[in-house]
């Protein structure tokens, strides 16, 4: 089984930053694609930013030019650092792992983390 486990969020005001971080751990063969999803109250869940294992990235668009996402390959571990915040970014903050075990291959996310953007 795979474990992800999200951290990092909280309560900032509008035009500030966080770093929010992710550890995936388990029996993990390969780790193929990391990223970020949020869902906003009264909303669906939506992608905010992947990396490939080759450290490829694709962002929504809203958050184009305000957020970058990395990772530690070694470590299993993604990161999202997002800078000038606004309210609308207001979400709980969802990790997915894609990753090869054994012969299979599955999506695994984590609880997720609470970012309030509020002044």
């Known amino acids: 089984q795979v474990q992800v486990v999200e951290s990092g969020g909280g309560l900032v005001q509008p035009g500030g930053s966080l770093r929010l971080s992710c550890a995936a751990s388990?029996?993990?063969?390969?780790?193929?694609?990391m990223g970020w999803y949020r869902r906003a109250p009264e909303k669906q869940r939506e992608l905010v930013a992947v990396?490939?294992?080759?450290?490829?990235?694709n962002y929504a668009d809203s958050v184009k030019g305000r957020v970058t996402i990395s990772r530690d390959n070694a470590k299993n571990t993604v990161y999202l650092q997002m800078n000038s915040l606004r309210p609308e970014d207001t979400a709980v903050y969802y990790c997915n792992a894609y990753a090869g075990l054994g012969y299979s291959r599955g999506d695994y996310w984590g609880r997720g983390t609470q970012v309030t953007v509020s002044s």
């Open positions: 990396i490939t294992s080759g450290g490829s990235t």
């Open positions: 388990g029996s993990i063969d390969i780790m193929y694609r």
